[in-house]
C-alpha cells in the first residue's frame, strides 16, 4: 500500500517487510489485478447503449441535456519524483511536483 500512496521504490519497503524488491512487486502486481478483477465489470468498463440512454435521460432532468459526464481532476503530490523528471511534473509557482488525476465522474456512482 505504502508502495501505491507514496511512490515508494519496492527496495525500500524491505526492511519492514522483510521480503525482496522482486518479491514486493510481484504482491503489488496480484493486488492491482484482483483489485480489476473485482471491480472492472461495473466500474472499470466503458457504458453500453443502455447505460448512455439512462445517463442521458438523468442528465435532461436535472437541466444538463447531453451530458453523459462531468470531468474532475485534481493534483496529487508526487514528494518521491525522480531528479529527471521534475522539471515536466513541477506545477508552477508553487514548485511542487504533482501529478494530475483525472476522472470523469456520473450521478450514479454511489450505487
Not at 517487510?17 to 518479491?23: D, F, N, P, R, S
Not at 442521458?56 to 436535472?62: A, I, N, P
Request: aromatic share 10%.
Amino acid at each position: 500500500m505504502r508502495m501505491l500512496a507514496y511512490g515508494v521504490a519496492a527496495d525500500a519497503v524491505d526492511e519492514y517487510i522483510k521480503i525482496g524488491g522482486t518479491t514486493t512487486l510481484e504482491c503489488l502486481r496480484r493486488f492491482c489485478k484482483g483489485i480489476i478483477r473485482l471491480y472492472e465489470e461495473v466500474y472499470l468498463r466503458a457504458p453500453n447503449q443502455d447505460d448512455l440512454q439512462r445517463i442521458l435521460h438523468v442528465s435532461e432532468m436535472r437541466g444538463f441535456p447531453g451530458m453523459i459526464g462531468s470531468i474532475d481532476c485534481m493534483h496529487w503530490e508526487w514528494k518521491n519524483c525522480p531528479k529527471a523528471w521534475e522539471g515536466q511534473f513541477t506545477r508552477g509557482d508553487k514548485g511542487t511536483t504533482t501529478v494530475i488525476l483525472e476522472a470523469v465522474a456520473s450521478y450514479d456512482l454511489w450505487i
